[in-house]
């Protein structure tokens, strides 16, 4: 059983940056796509980028403000957030799906979740 750990959330003041990391055990990112969604309160939760060992996936409204990562040696997936805005306030989640699986931006695509870490933008 995959199990996934977020960390690197908190408070940052717009246009600053936050870097968050996901660890797996159990299993680890090696051949998996990664995942982070978020959901603010009030919303579901949206898909934010994804990434396979060859392709990265992202929605339109973080494009060019935030980069996903992995390293598979250290079972871990990052996200960078750079150019923060207040409408990305929300809790992050962490998610990876089965192996071997393509990327998606679905979040019942994917069969492994994280507990969440919060991330807020003060204008």
């Known amino acids: 059983q995959v199990q996934l750990v977020e960390s690197g959330g908190g408070l940052v003041q717009a246009g600053g940056s936050l870097r968050l990391s996901c660890a797996a055990s159990?299993?680890?990112?090696?051949?998996?796509?990664g995942g982070w969604f978020r959901q603010a309160p009030g919303k579901e939760r949206e898909f934010v980028a994804a990434?396979?060992?060859?392709?990265?996936l992202y929605t339109d409204s973080v494009k060019g403000r935030f980069a996903i990562s992995r390293d598979d040696a250290k079972n871990r997936v990052d996200l960078q957030m750079n150019s923060l805005k207040p409408e990305d306030t929300a809790v992050y989640y962490c998610?990876?799906?089965?192996?071997?699986?393509?990327?998606?931006?679905?979040?019942?695509?994917?069969?492994?979740w994280g507990q969440g870490t919060q991330v807020t933008v003060s204008s």
């Open positions: 990434i396979s060992r060859s392709a990265t």
């Open positions: 159990g299993g680890g990112f090696s051949a998996r796509v």
């Open positions: 998610a990876a799906r089965k192996t071997f699986s393509p990327l998606s931006k679905l979040p019942v695509d994917y069969n492994y």
